[in-house]
């Protein structure tokens, strides 16, 4: 029996092209599985300050999940995850110029004492003020005077340098197109007391005709 020459030459052709189409479909999934901007990143973490002391940890919990590039978390992090893939982990150093930023002097404002809650009159202690969208923010005590209450507004992680260590869990196209979040909330100020009404002028005198 002949052997088709063309016949196998056709076949060999086609399982070529199967054997290249499946390794760029490979190469595609691992570009997949790449934190890269638009990507929505499922994220485990533990927070720690520079001593190495954990401030926070979603281990065991649910994990974070992001947009990548949508500036959904600090800046320092974000540009610490690029290029990571799923199963990866790293120690990511966020300065606070791309943390939660420096201690603005402008953050420690005074308030009336009389505008303070009595468990809230000891320096350290920490009073929750409403956010611009009605939201609840942590501010801290810093002074007592006299008659006024300085009051921290600052983040509570401003000024400091934070350390991640994360482990990327999953990695999945955007499905939607990444929002702008809005700038970091900043906690309102109290309401200070309106200004006493001035006392109207004595009316003027009739003239005599």
């Known amino acids: 029996m002949g052997i088709n020459f063309w016949r196998l030459l056709v076949g060999a052709a086609t ?6 189409t499946g390794a760029f479909a490979a190469e595609k999934s691992k570009e997949n599985n790449v934190v890269k901007d638009g990507t929505v990143v499922s994220l485990q973490y533990t927070l720690s300050g520079e001593d190495g002391k954990p401030i926070e940890s979603n281990k065991g919990k649910d994990p974070l999940k992001y947009t990548q590039g949508s500036h959904q978390i600090v ?21 606070p110029e791309e943390g939660y930023g420096p201690v603005d002097p402008k953050g420690f404002q005074e308030f009336p004492k009389e505008k303070i809650p009595s468990e809230g009159l000891k320096v350290g202690a920490v009073l929750m003020a409403k956010g611009p969208q009605g ?30 260590d994360v482990k990327v869990l999953d990695v999945q196209p955007a499905t939607v197109q990444p929002t702008q979040p809005t700038a970091p909330p900043q906690p309102t100020a109290p309401p200070q007391p309106a200004a006493p009404p ?3 002028k004595p009316a003027q005198p009739a003239e005599p005709k």
């Not at 939201?135 to 000024?159: C, F, S, W, Y």
């Open 15 to 20: 399982l070529n092209m199967f054997v290249s």
């Open 75 to 95: 800046p320092g992090l974000e540009k610490g995850l690029a290029g990571m893939k799923v199963g990866e982990e790293r120690r990511v150093k966020v300065k």
């Open 135 to 164: 939201q609840q923010v942590p501010v801290r005590v810093h002074e007592i005077k006299d008659k006024t209450v300085v009051l921290d507004l600052n983040h509570p992680m401003a000024g400091k340098t934070l350390v991640f």
């Open 198 to 200: 001035q006392p109207a």
